[in-house]
């Protein structure tokens, strides 16, 4: 199993510019999140998606826009790039260990944004 | 509103020794889950440990354990027998309604030889 994928690992674009951020995942979960984390910060979550159709603001959507595609797939768009923006960005997805009594996220590796 | 809090920004610990991180945390529902999670220098966000508000005992993982005072509302992480690989940065986290994760400001962990 890959776990969580995201791409790209590594973006730069100009004020004004427009990028999806891509994320699946293959461990059949149903819970699908994006984070944003600022230098020296916590993760603080922009969107969520509790299972497959459903889309939930977070803490921090403004500027944002996501796309629950299916199941395995969760994107996140930046529509118009601000400084603002430029942060590492975090796609995670929800499910339980077998061995487990709870649930946990899984997160995948980043991906590191720049807007100048 | 939940609330996580991490008030120590940096610390150090000499190889061997055990190392406490603080967290202390804020919620009306009788019903939340407490992570902590590694992030070393390449950035990956690594589970290290969960607890539950029900859980009778502390949890426990290798090295790592989790100083549960429910009370006092606060989950500190203690990891014992430090390494050098266990410099990083440490975010605690509660679990909110939907499974969303809501995070602490973290707190770097230098290992010194």
């Known amino acids: 199993n890959a776990g969580v994928t995201q791409t790209p690992k590594f973006q730069v674009l100009k004020t004004g510019q427009s990028m999806t951020l891509q994320c699946a995942q293959d461990?059949?979960?149903?819970?699908m999140y994006w984070y944003r984390q600022d230098p020296g910060m916590g993760l603080r979550l922009i969107y969520y998606?509790?299972?497959?159709?459903?889309?939930d603001k977070g803490e921090v959507p403004n500027g944002y826009n996501v796309s629950r595609l299916n199941k395995r797939e969760f994107s996140l768009r930046l529509e118009s790039a601000a400084p603002s923006q430029t942060s590492v960005y975090f796609c995670?997805?929800?499910?339980?260990?077998?061995?487990?009594?709870?649930?946990?996220?899984?997160f995948g590796p980043g991906t590191r944004l720049t807007v100048l | 509103a939940q609330k996580i809090t991490q008030t120590q920004p940096g610390m150090f610990v000499q190889e061997k020794e055990a190392v406490t991180l603080d967290c202390t945390y804020d919620?009306?529902?009788?019903?939340?889950?407490l992570f902590w999670y590694k992030q070393p220098s390449s950035g990956e966000m690594i589970f290290l440990i969960y607890?539950?508000?029900?859980?009778?005992q502390n949890a426990t993982e290798g090295r790592y354990s989790l100083n549960f005072q429910k009370a006092r509302k606060s989950a500190n992480l203690v990891i014992s027998a430090s390494q050098l690989g266990d410099s990083a940065m440490y975010f605690c986290?509660?679990?909110?309604?939907?499974?969303?994760?809501?995070f602490g400001q973290g707190t770097t962990l230098q290992v010194k030889p």
């Open positions: 919620t009306s529902d009788p019903s939340y889950g």
């Open positions: 998606s509790a299972s497959e159709g459903t889309t």
């Open positions: 607890q539950g508000s029900y859980d009778q």
């Open positions: 461990m059949n979960h149903n819970s």
């Open positions: 986290a509660m679990r909110e309604p939907g499974g969303k994760l809501i």
């Open positions: 995670a997805s929800r499910g339980r260990v077998l061995s487990l009594s709870y649930n946990e996220q899984f």
